[in-house]
């Protein structure tokens, strides 16, 4: 964008309305930020803990296999006389410096721990495409599949490169580079390029390559992570969300169709551009209210998500990257977490007064954004309607760093501009991303497939341009006065506050089911009430809809196997979270003592692990940090 405010990251942003807000400019000599402890160095000869993130995806990823949702997908286009053996030195030398780069995961006594080995190998494999009739689509097509890789986090590399080379002169490549999000976010690819730049010109130069220390590494985060999140401090954060998300009950919406029972989703995007004309009316909107772009972007998909549920309170979820901690702006790693934006959209508000709701909790969300996304929910404990996350249907995520705004040099010949990809993976229902690009302002558009249909994800990005150009043309005006506000959204039907939510395969809403009609019902649904404190538990109960979560679904059917003989998975009961649903899978033995082995085995388990990952992949991320420690502790020693 033209101003150079508005390349400001949410974060930098927060530092300044801070002063604005305060109505005075920060005193010279004083603090950017309030003291807090200084950053500790993990000490080399002592077992390094994972950080929350590692826990919760490195428990994910031994429930199943074969689900690459949590990846860190990026292509960098470089133009120009590449030497490509100059340019895997530069690669090894960033590697060398990172220990997050070099890190494995592994269960010790006492709990998951990062274990950084000295050296891994780095490849740089060459593909030429240059042959092919179009080697650009070749070359989208091969880093889509290159996206798709699944790591197994016991072993070091959690990341791949490959080289594409798309014509016969050597001028134009792509560099892809996969990570696992245990070890790398957005924030950790400027620092890649950035560094693997540098060493690149003074390689080619013939330089000696002579780069700064890299300062605090992932451990180093992970140690201060532990020893700022004490019990006060929980309480405090974790007061502040029970407050914001009091009373919210979800968008509940229906779709096009129900979830086909047991799926994985599929994810499908959808690609738009917002018009550079619209964009810098957004730059504008955004410095008369004291905000920035991001806030009346994240104002508008606000107002999208109202008009879809037909509602006025709604919520989304945010990631935010948690780098404002000084001396961890340019840490390699994952220091994402995951945050709730409510707003209230009614009382016949205009754009402008949803705009300011949304950056005053746009503001209090990143001043408390240290509580774990997965502590939240257990401490909320939201009702599961079906494979729904638990406390928000979709995410929102907006991008733009100087990694992708611009062309960063490698040496005086060549230079790399750097790109988010997708993987054709969906972790929510659908979600909104951002991408402030060379070519301009892009959207993402990512959805399960399985629920909704292409049209009508083309036209929730048709209705969201339709609202943001009407939003920043009419600020003032009340929402259902604003023009051209009205756009033709898909025709789906919202749950009524005070009902269930429709069940996954078109099951019965829990507790509407009756009372336990066989021994094994009786036996699940006694097994159940007293893990969930209740009297009595119907048939068609949901489990999650009960209050249900994942490590207490891990000891629920540790008594369902102890009770039956059986060796039922706690995967089982993702795939099957009704009483009378489990006590089927107990009647026809699908635990596996047949001869299925792993999860999932059965009456439905031809599907395997993969197809439950979708319920996981929300529960998992639900599991607070002691629900973590404990699921390890069961898992360490299974093989």
Known sequence: MDDSLSRLTPQQWTRLAERVRAGQPRAHGTPEHPAGPPVPRADPTAPRPATHTQEQLWFLSRLTAGVPNYNVPF????????????????????????????????????????????????????????RHADPRAAADARCLELARTVFDLGTAPLWRFELLRLDERGERHVLVWIASHTIADGGAVGVLLDEAGAAYAALTAGRDVVLPDPGPQLADYAA????????????????????????????????????PAGALPTGRTVRFTVPAGLRRRVVGLAREHAGSPFMVLLAAYQVLLARLARRSDVATALPLACRDTPGFERVFGSLTNTVVIRTDTGGGASFATVLDRVREAVLGAMEHQNLPF???????????HGRTNPVAETIFSYGGTPATLGWTPLGDSVRAACRGMSNDTVRFDFELVLDDTLEGLTGRFEYDSDRIDPGSARRICDAYLEILRAAVDHPGTPLPDLPGAEPSLPAWSAAPVDTPAPAPGGEPAPGTGGAPRTEAERAVARIWAGALGRDAVARDDDFFALGGYSMLAVDVIAAVNEEFGTELSVLQIFETSTVAALARAVETGAAGTDGAEGAGAGTEGARGGEAVAADLLEQVEGMSDDEVARALERLRDTP
């Open 75 to 130: 292509r960098f286009d470089l133009e120009g006389p590449l030497e490509p053996h100059h340019l895997h030195t530069a690669l090894r030398t960033v590697v060398q410096r990172h220990d997050a780069l070099r890190t494995e995961l592994r269960s010790r006594p006492g709990g998951l721990r990062q274990v950084i080995r000295e050296r891994v190998p780095v490849e740089l494999p060459v593909r030429d495409l240059s």
């Open 224 to 259: 201060w992570q532990r020893a700022t999140l004490t019990p006060a401090e929980t309480e405090r954060l974790t007061a502040y969300w029970r407050r914001r998300l009091d009373g919210y009950d979800g968008l509940r919406l229906t779709y096009d169709r129900p979830s």
């Open 374 to 384: 997965g502590k939240l929910v257990e401490e909320l404990r939201p009702a599961r």
